[in-house]
């Protein structure tokens, strides 16, 4: 018993919850049970289970004339044209006088039946959308693998779109996701071990890793760490990533989501793992490192030179993002000396009229552009138009008309602002955007040197970090110079004849050397 | 008794030795140096001998003991109460030269860009930020040592290659014009900071790999020759004779850059450089004290007594000195001699101390 809520009322409410428990104990007890033979208690059970349920169908039908039967499903999530076709027409036929329970399964023309032997799993099958049939004087009873419920169709994630590769993306069906993996990597060493979650939900979750690549002991640890999970309902994966991560306070995701199968594939083929839930798109990879953040599917499938290019012009961005406004402050405040003479009379004279100092200006501007981002993103498309042009309106004239900031401050604002959508997850930009606060307030303080302050305590804090135990700066800090081939640019596919340190060290070798391309490749004497 | 469980590479000790060493070095000593050496002050990091005793000793005493630290071994040399008094002096000396470091910086800080700050600021929120990473554990700052050491290597060259235009090899001659005895009395001020790589001691134990410290301390050791070289070569082919007329002639030459009428005035590029080195130095002498500490009290961890650690170098960079002008005082006198006694001398008697009893200990056995 817990904790006492208000004066007086211990008594009566402990005992309450006492009979809440019991009464729970109980169900749980009879949900263990085994089938009974006799039919009709069978059903009374689950008719128990199922008051108030009115999408529960208990159809009742004999089989071959004879042999009384019921059929349960959840209207919706099973195929019931299928069930109509292939189990109750061929059932309801003349059957020979002394029939088996083979003889039934035999005349059934699905491919998946699963016996069932117990009233859980009997739960388990009709809420997984399978209809199950119960028979008289038998004991178990016929999962009938026909679910079919309304689903999305497969299309491009909107938060991940290429332009060059595949377009298709994850849905929120588990089934068909873990079907995407299987058709992209073919190989039996491809496991996808599921497991149910959610005391409510009972949602279906699927540990995807390959075996010979992933390290058993990083399988192990995400095994255990989410069996470790005890939770009433899962509705986004989310709802595991804050379960299962190794720093639950840091503002940096320690797992990559992604929409993409062959994101996940990619990951899966270093040797991670990959976790999917039913019910949404998104898929958890772990481990990873703060660099995987700032990679596109994109950068794999240009060119690896414009891949290169790509991806340090995203590094670039991304520490404007982080210290564009604050460096802004610094400098504008403290260090005039650094700003060639001609700019820094242009700026002084921008400045002239601004009542506020600079940090005052960038805290003004930063958060009304954060506030504008958030209703542009919360809103209906139509109204989201008319926001972002009061917006423009709002922030680039009228707030320099009136001479409340300067024009290089909003500058410095928008250049802010489009940098920090550089950043190809958007998990990782809101985080940025956030630090990008404090780190503003010490650079107001004292200038450069508190910007450099701020710079070391966010990377105090990220060289600590560790995703399932992998270093979160690695392969920079510590460095690992295999790994580098990754970070610092992106290496053409011929060169990448070793999987990343982090997750590749089980098995490090992924292609052999020199296959270099050339005109002259496979000619004898090369 | 294990008190820091992470465990670094070889490299990674060179790095951060290397940034324990060259940051302030190259700030403080071309002055000094110049005094003494003339023409001849690139000459003068050359004579690197306290660095090479240091690491001998250093390396000679982890093979002697291995797995324990300076002070660890002094307590296993002298007995359980003459140690824990050697291990106080060198901790109490290792506190002092922490001092020394932050009042530097803030000097350094407060004299050229912040004016107006109150030095307990600028010299205050750096040592906070530094017991916040100490108490992160020595992996911690040997990542940084890492990320660092390329951005302190190419922002160095950024300084060094717009200037090679400007330098005027003449200004070199004659070297050693006078013998080398004025390069020679130039590096005494130098060996104080050579004398600084007996801080690998402590730091060996957490190597992944302790053969390989070898190695990368003799690089480290080239490296930070090399710097010094190039910087006080820069220095004096740029200034010549002004160079022994300011407190910080590297700064000086920073400013002289102008690239283009654009890139003016990169002395907030010194600071830069010149503030993530500290930062290190400062983290890796904080960090050598804190846990020092906690050994020599049989602390279980030594991440309590950090911010008490950090107090009291806060005090002492305040106690070390009244203003800039005692301090390279200091710097260019009383300091060497005190570097060289306990970071030296007191190390060498040591292993001197323990290689007889070894050897005697050999002949009673063999008797």
Same mark, same amino acid.
């Given at each position: 018993?817990?904790?006492?809520?208000?004066?007086?009322?211990?008594?009566?409410?402990?005992?309450?919850?006492?009979?809440?428990?019991?009464?729970?104990?109980?169900?749980?007890?009879?949900?263990?049970?085994?089938?009974?033979?006799?039919?009709?208690?069978?059903?009374?059970?689950?008719?128990?289970?199922?008051?108030?349920?009115?999408?529960?169908?208990?159809?009742?039908?004999?089989?071959?004339?004879?042999?009384?039967?019921? $059929?349960?499903?959840?209207?919706?999530?099973?195929?019931?044209?299928?069930?109509?076709?292939?189990?109750?027409?061929?059932?309801?036929?003349?059957?020979?006088?002394?029939?088996?329970?083979?003889?039934?399964?035999?005349?059934?023309?699905?491919?998946?039946?699963?016996?069932?032997?117990?009233?859980?799993?009997?739960?388990?099958?009709?809420?997984?959308?399978?209809?199950?049939?119960?028979?008289?004087?038998?004991? /178990?009873?016929?999962?009938?693998?026909?679910?079919?419920?309304?689903?999305?169709?497969?299309?491009?994630?909107?938060?991940?779109?290429?332009?060059?590769?595949?377009?298709?993306?994850?849905?929120?069906?588990?089934?068909?996701?873990?079907?995407?993996?299987?058709?992209?990597?073919?190989?039996?060493?491809?496991?996808?071990?599921?497991?149910?979650?959610?005391?409510?939900?009972?949602?279906?979750?699927?540990?995807?890793?390959?075996?010979?690549?992933?390290?058993?002991?990083?399988?192990?640890?995400?095994?255990?760490?989410?069996?470790?999970?005890?939770?009433?309902?899962?509705?986004?994966?989310?709802?595991?990533?804050?379960?299962?991560?190794?720093?639950?306070?840091?503002?940096?995701?320690?797992?990559?989501?992604?929409?993409?199968?062959?994101?996940?594939?990619?990951?899966?083929?270093?040797?991670?793992?990959?976790? $999917?839930?039913?019910?949404?798109?998104?898929?958890?990879?772990?481990?990873?490192?703060?660099?995987?953040?700032?990679?596109?599917?994109?950068?794999?499938?240009?060119?690896?030179?414009?891949?290169?290019?790509?991806?340090?012009?995203?590094?670039?961005?991304?520490?404007?993002?982080?210290?564009?406004?604050?460096?802004?402050?610094?400098?504008?405040?403290?260090?005039?000396?650094?700003?060639?003479?001609?700019?820094?009379?242009?700026?002084?004279?921008?400045?002239?009229?601004?009542?506020?100092?600079?940090?005052?200006?960038?805290?003004?501007?930063e958060s009304m552009f954060e506030a504008l981002r958030e209703a542009g993103a919360r809103l209906p498309k139509q109204i989201g138009t008319a926001v972002s042009i009061v917006g423009a309106l709002v922030i680039g004239q009228a707030a320099i008309a009136a001479g409340i900031v300067s024009a290089p401050m909003v500058m410095v604002v928008a250049i802010t602002g489009v940098a920090s959508f550089m950043a190809p997850r958007f998990t990782v930009g809101i985080a940025i955007r956030l630090l990008r606060f404090p780190v503003m307030v010490l650079a107001g303080f004292?200038?450069?040197?508190?910007?450099?302050?701020?710079?070391?305590?966010?990377?105090? /804090?990220?060289?600590?970090?560790?995703?399932?135990?992998?270093?979160?700066?690695?392969?920079?800090?510590?460095?690992?110079?295999?790994?580098?081939?990754?970070? $610092?640019?992106?290496?053409?596919?011929?060169?990448?004849?070793?999987?990343? /340190?982090?997750?590749?060290?089980?098995?490090?070798?992924?292609?052999?050397?020199?296959?270099?391309?050339?005109?002259?490749?496979?000619?004898?004497?090369? | 008794?294990?008190?820091?469980?992470?465990?670094?590479?070889?490299?990674?000790?060179?790095?951060?030795?290397?940034?324990?060493?060259?940051?302030?070095?190259?700030?403080?000593?071309?002055?000094? +140096?110049?005094?003494?050496?003339?023409?001849?002050?690139?000459?003068?990091?050359?004579?690197?001998?306290?660095?090479?005793?240091?690491?001998?000793?250093?390396?000679?005493?982890?093979?002697?003991?291995?797995?324990?630290?300076?002070?660890?071994?002094?307590?296993?040399?002298?007995?359980?109460?003459?140690?824990?008094?050697?291990?106080?002096?060198?901790?109490?000396y290792y506190l002092y030269l922490g001092g020394v470091i932050v009042r530097e910086y803030g000097e350094f800080v407060v004299g050229a860009f912040l004016v107006q700050t109150p030095l307990l600021v600028v010299s205050g929120s750096m040592v906070l930020v530094c017991a916040i990473v100490v108490r992160s554990g020595v992996e911690i700052i040997a990542r940084f040592a890492d990320?660092?050491?390329?951005?302190?290597?190419?922002?160095?060259?950024?300084?060094?290659?717009?200037?090679?235009?400007?330098?005027?090899?003449?200004?070199?001659?004659?070297?050693?014009?006078?013998?080398?005895?004025?390069?020679?009395?130039?590096?005494?001020?130098?060996?104080?900071?050579?004398?600084?790589?007996?801080?690998?001691?402590?730091?060996?134990?957490?190597?992944?790999?302790?053969?390989?410290?070898?190695?990368?301390?003799?690089?480290?050791?080239?490296?930070?020759?090399?710097?010094?070289?190039?910087?006080?070569?820069?220095?004096?082919?740029?200034?010549?004779?002004? +160079?022994?007329?300011?407190?910080?002639?590297?700064?000086?030459?920073?400013?002289?850059?102008?690239?283009?009428?654009?890139? +003016?005035?990169?002395?907030?590029?010194?600071?830069?450089?010149?503030?993530?080195?500290?930062?290190?130095?400062?983290?890796?002498?904080?960090?050598?004290?804190?846990?020092?500490?906690?050994?020599?009290?049989?602390?279980?961890?030594?991440?309590?007594?950090?911010?008490?650690?950090?107090?009291?170098?806060?005090?002492?960079?305040?106690?070390?000195?009244?203003?800039?002008?005692?301090?390279?005082?200091?710097?260019?006198?009383?300091?060497?001699?005190?570097?060289?006694?306990?970071?030296?001398?007191?190390?060498?008697?040591?292993?001197?101390?323990?290689?007889?009893?070894?050897?005697?200990?050999?002949?009673?056995?063999?008797?």
């Open positions: 018993m817990g904790k006492t809520n208000g004066f007086g009322s211990r008594g009566p409410r402990s005992n309450q919850r006492e009979a809440e428990r019991f009464a729970h104990q109980e169900e749980n007890r009879q949900l263990d049970q085994a089938l009974s033979a006799n039919l009709a208690e069978n059903v009374q059970a689950l008719q128990r289970l199922y008051t108030r349920c009115s999408d529960v169908i208990f159809h009742e039908f004999c089989i071959g004339n004879r042999m009384e039967a019921v $059929l349960v499903y959840i209207d919706g999530l099973a195929h019931i044209e299928e069930v109509d076709q292939h189990v109750l027409a061929p059932l309801q036929q003349d059957f020979p006088m002394d029939f088996t329970l083979a003889d039934i399964r035999g005349k059934i023309a699905v491919s998946s039946i699963k016996p069932v032997d117990t009233i859980v799993k009997v739960l388990e099958e009709i809420s997984g959308g399978n209809p199950v049939l119960l028979m008289e004087r038998e004991p /178990h009873g016929l999962a009938i693998g026909l679910p079919k419920w309304e689903k999305r169709a497969i299309d491009e994630p909107s938060a991940e779109s290429v332009l060059r590769g595949p377009r298709e993306g994850f849905i929120e069906s588990l089934r068909t996701n873990t079907a995407l993996l299987r058709r992209k990597i073919r190989t039996p060493h491809l496991k996808i071990v599921t497991m149910s979650m959610g005391k409510y939900t009972s949602t279906q979750i699927a540990l995807a890793y390959l075996e010979g690549v992933a390290a058993p002991s990083l399988v192990e640890e995400m095994t255990s760490r989410l069996q470790r999970i005890e939770i009433d309902g899962i509705l986004e994966s989310v709802y595991i990533e804050e379960l299962i991560e190794d720093n639950p306070f840091s503002p940096f995701p320690q797992l990559l989501s992604t929409e993409r199968p062959d994101v996940a594939s990619a990951y899966l083929l270093e040797g991670h793992v990959v976790v $999917l839930i039913d019910g949404t798109p998104s898929v958890l990879i772990a481990p990873i490192t703060f660099y995987s953040l700032l990679q596109s599917p994109e950068d794999y499938y240009e060119r690896y030179v414009v891949g290169t290019a790509i991806r340090w012009l995203r590094y670039l961005f991304f520490l404007i993002s982080l210290l564009g406004p604050s460096f802004y402050v610094a400098v504008i405040t403290y260090h005039q000396e650094m700003i060639p003479n001609a700019l820094l009379i242009t700026m002084a004279r921008s400045r002239e009229q601004i009542p506020f100092p600079a940090i005052v200006e960038a805290l003004l501007m004292l200038g450069l040197l508190g910007l450099i302050m701020g710079g070391i305590l966010i990377l105090n /804090h990220l060289f600590k970090l560790r995703s399932f135990g992998a270093p979160y700066m690695a392969p920079l800090a510590p460095m690992q110079w295999r790994s580098l081939n990754d970070v $610092l640019w992106r290496a053409p596919r011929w060169l990448m004849t070793k999987r990343p /340190h982090m997750t590749g060290a089980w098995n490090p070798r992924r292609q052999p050397h020199g296959q270099r391309p050339g005109p002259h490749k496979g000619e004898s004497g090369d | 008794m294990v008190i820091e469980n992470g465990k670094i590479s070889a490299p990674q000790i060179g790095k951060m030795i290397y940034l324990a060493v060259t940051p302030t070095a190259i700030l403080s000593t071309p002055a000094i +140096t110049y005094q003494f050496a003339k023409q001849d002050l690139w000459i003068s990091p050359m004579w690197a001998f306290s660095g090479v005793i240091a690491i001998w000793i250093a390396l000679s005493i982890h093979r002697l003991f291995p797995g324990e630290n300076l002070v660890q071994a002094g307590e296993r040399i002298l007995g359980r109460k003459l140690g824990k008094v050697f291990g106080l002096v060198i901790l109490l990320v660092f050491i390329p951005v302190f290597a190419m922002l160095f060259l950024l300084l060094i290659i717009p200037l090679l235009p400007d330098l005027h090899i003449l200004k070199m001659l004659p070297i050693m014009g006078e013998g080398i005895g004025p390069s020679l009395s130039g590096s005494v001020v130098l060996q104080a900071w050579f004398s600084e790589f007996l801080t690998v001691s402590f730091l060996i134990p957490f190597a992944n790999r302790a053969e390989k410290v070898k190695k990368s301390m003799a690089i480290t050791l080239l490296a930070v020759i090399v710097t010094l070289v190039s910087s006080n070569l820069v220095t004096l082919l740029l200034l010549g004779e002004l +160079t022994g007329n300011y407190n910080y002639p590297f700064l000086i030459v920073a400013r002289y850059i102008n690239l283009a009428d654009f890139f +003016t005035h990169l002395e907030s590029l010194f600071m830069a450089i010149w503030v993530l080195g500290a930062f290190v130095k400062i983290c890796v002498f904080f960090y050598v004290t804190a846990m020092g500490a906690a050994q020599w009290m049989n602390l279980r961890e030594y991440q309590p007594i950090v911010f008490p650690v950090g107090f009291l170098l806060l005090l002492m960079s305040v106690w070390v000195a009244p203003n800039l002008q005692e301090l390279t005082h200091a710097l260019s006198t009383s300091i060497i001699f005190s570097a060289l006694t306990v970071l030296v001398c007191i190390p060498a008697a040591l292993l001197g101390l323990a290689w007889i009893r070894r050897q005697w200990g050999k002949k009673n056995l063999q008797d």
